[in-house]
């Protein structure tokens, strides 16, 4: 069975810290999305990492890509409230990228 | 403005009585899909189109229907719907090729209540 395991699913984290969202999967793919959710809203492409090693920043997030051991991170740096939201993490399971796995989400909390 | 719009936003049905979400984008993609989204669940993709009348399964298709008769349209019928078709439905489309590219750009949520 294909899975997308992340860990933590919640994640309650005071301003000005430091975090890491991790994305585990079990199935051979050469493509990893990040999106963001904030409540009641739609998803939000964060990243596209498309080969091993790749690493991509975007302000307080870096996210980057294993693809031997099949795991992805997103890092937080100096966590500020505005970065409170769900993160998913998705792998694509065929070449044409329409069929992604997602997991199940990490609901970041981030306060004073 | 480029986006994926769907429609109804919102819906409260009975169980049995049929209905259609649409999805529609103007970005010209190849590619659109239909999620579910449930608490504790995450996202399960349910039908995916590579093109105007090519369609296939996802995880969770049962109970849903979907067609592609125009590249720009993607609507998702649940011919008989029931209690646990109750869900935050997502349609997303992304554009063929590499590089990136095929970032999935996902509308604004259809929540939907089966009584």
């Not at chain 1, 999967?25 to 050469?30: A, E, F, K, R």
């Not at chain 1, 500020?80 to 993490?89: E, I, N």
């Not at chain 2, 449930?38 to 067609?67: A, C, F, H, W």
């Amino acid at each position: 069975e294909l899975k997308v395991e992340q860990n933590p699913l919640f994640l309650s984290m005071q301003e000005g810290k430091n975090y890491t969202i991790y994305c585990n999967y079990s199935t051979t793919s050469d493509r990893l999305y990040w999106y963001r959710q904030d409540p009641g809203k739609s998803l939000e492409s964060l990243f596209v990492l498309l080969s091993n090693g790749a690493v991509k920043q975007e302000g307080r997030l870096m996210a980057s890509l294993d693809t031997k051991a099949r795991l992805s991170t997103l890092h937080i740096t100096a966590a500020v409230h505005d970065l409170s939201a769900t993160y998913f993490c998705a792998v694509r399971i065929n070449q044409a990228g329409t069929a992604l796995i997602f997991g199940k989400g990490t609901t970041l909390s981030v306060s004073s | 403005e480029a986006q994926v719009t769907q429609n109804p936003r919102y819906l409260i049905t009975v169980t049995g009585k049929k209905l259609t979400v649409t999805c529609s984008q103007n970005m010209n993609h190849e590619y659109m899909s239909w999620y579910r989204q449930d608490p504790g669940l995450g996202l399960r993709q349910i039908y995916y189109s590579m093109n105007v009348e090519v369609t296939d399964k996802g995880d969770v298709p049962e109970g849903y229907k979907v067609s592609r008769k125009e590249k720009r349209n993607f609507p998702l019928i649940l011919e008989s719907p029931s209690p646990n078709q109750t869900s935050l439905y997502f349609c997303a489309s992304s554009s063929h090729g590499g590089g990136g590219t095929d970032t999935q750009y996902f509308g604004p949520g259809t929540r939907l209540t089966v009584l």
